[in-house]
């Protein structure tokens, strides 16, 4: 088995590789490789800081990891059905964490849903630590009145330092990743206040981004019946289980909760 970074090796071999790695995950994962390129392109992945198992030549096992002030977010992990339980996961991080260290990476982290017991425990024999948990809802939203009114407006013109609980954010819905993604920004008015902002992929429910610009919990219904305007059906990944108010109000307006994800990392000496 051959390990090495994923630089030289074309798009649709990994992506390849991915979908038939997660084609028998946990939850349904979306098969159009257009998707992954680009949501890769603006989360900032590094091929050359990526790395991958090979058998005969064929990319088996992949970690993908996007990088940004010295943290190495590992946004996918697989190996394919015929070569799982041999620990290649952990052969590939004996290879990538030297070579993390050696470009001044301080920090790994990753995402993994909570019932996926196995790969827990493979990150914590790497050396992982579980720092928060995230829920994660879908479904769809059961309006109530009164609604707030929404304004689009260009991703340039939010004021990021405005919005709270940034800092409770997942990697994918950090500033720099929804800057260049695909999504629309809208904020949410009751009587001419500004109550709440909302980033959402209409084309697919996705919500990248939706928080109260107060911490009056009254709001959310307001705020939720007009996100149900733009989607009625909706994906909201990674809401920090510490934000009580807005998993309350998620669950409240009728959406499911089908799992739930621990944060975890790894500190690069």
Known sequence: MRISNLQSIPFDHIISCFLEAFSDYFVSMPDDPEYYRSRWEASGVRYDLSFGAFHDGKLVAFIIHCVTNQIAFNTGTGVIPAFRGQRIVSSIYQHALPELADHNIKMSKLEVITRNQTAIKIYQQVGF??????????????????????????????????????????????????????????????????????????????????????????????????????????????????????????????????????????VIS
């Open 129 to 266: 630590r579980i720092t928060r948990t995230y829920h994660c809802f879908r479904g769809n939203i059961n309006p109530m009145l009164p609604v707030a009114q929404l304004k689009r407006v260009d991703v340039t013109e939010l004021v990021w330092e405005t919005i709270p609980n940034r800092q409770n954010q997942s990697w994918d819905h950090q500033e720099r990743v929804l800057i260049d993604g695909p999504y629309e920004y809208y904020l949410a008015f009751v009587d001419q206040k500004l109550i709440g902002v909302i980033g959402i992929n209409t084309s697919f429910g996705y919500v990248a981004l939706l928080e109260l610009m107060s911490q009056d919990d009254t709001s959310w219904g307001p705020l939720l019946s007009a996100l149900a305007n733009l989607s009625p059906w909706v994906k909201i990944n990674n809401v920090d289980q510490r934000l009580e108010g807005k998993v309350q109000a998620l669950k409240a307006c009728g959406l499911e909760n089908p799992i739930d994800q621990y944060e975890m990392e790894l």
